[in-house]
């Protein structure tokens, strides 16, 4: 990671980038691809945006919560349940970690919170993890 950007502010940074795409075809494009990173980037880029465009994904959908496992993949939880494509392991656990850096999280069953910036306002995100799977919750997600 870059030595003057925290893992939260690239994190929003890359949410800031991905707003004017659809996530979900982003991540289906991307897989067709086979998950190619852009030349010269550092090796948590990948991982941080395949987390903007999951979260964007859940966000943009108004869904209230989405599960995460490296072996799994992403499901989102809303209206209606649905599988988003499954990036390489090595993303998902990557990704994972810095997110639990982000909220603080230390242990195999923990709770935090990350707070992120979109369009223009702001959501307080619960991150839960039990064991391998990791939960997140959107409360006020109807309300943006």
Request: net charge negative.
């Amino acid at each position: 990671m870059s030595d003057f950007e925290s893992p939260h502010a690239r994190l929003q940074g890359q949410i800031d980038c991905q707003l004017e795409v659809k996530p979900k075809d982003a991540l289906t494009s991307w897989e067709k691809n086979g998950w190619n990173e852009e030349p010269g980037t550092d090796s948590d880029e990948a991982p941080l945006k395949y987390l903007a465009l999951v979260l964007l994904e859940a966000i943009e959908g108004r869904s209230v919560r989405l599960s995460i496992d490296k072996d799994r993949g992403v499901t989102i939880l809303g209206d209606s349940s649905y599988t988003l494509p499954k990036a390489p392991e090595m993303f998902i656990a990557r990704g994972l970690e810095i997110l639990r850096e982000i909220a603080g999280m230390q242990g195999p069953n923990a709770q935090g919170r990350i707070s992120l910036g979109v369009r223009t306002d702001s959501l307080d995100l619960i991150v839960q993890k039990e064991g391998g799977m990791h939960i997140i919750n959107i409360p006020g997600v109807s309300s943006i």
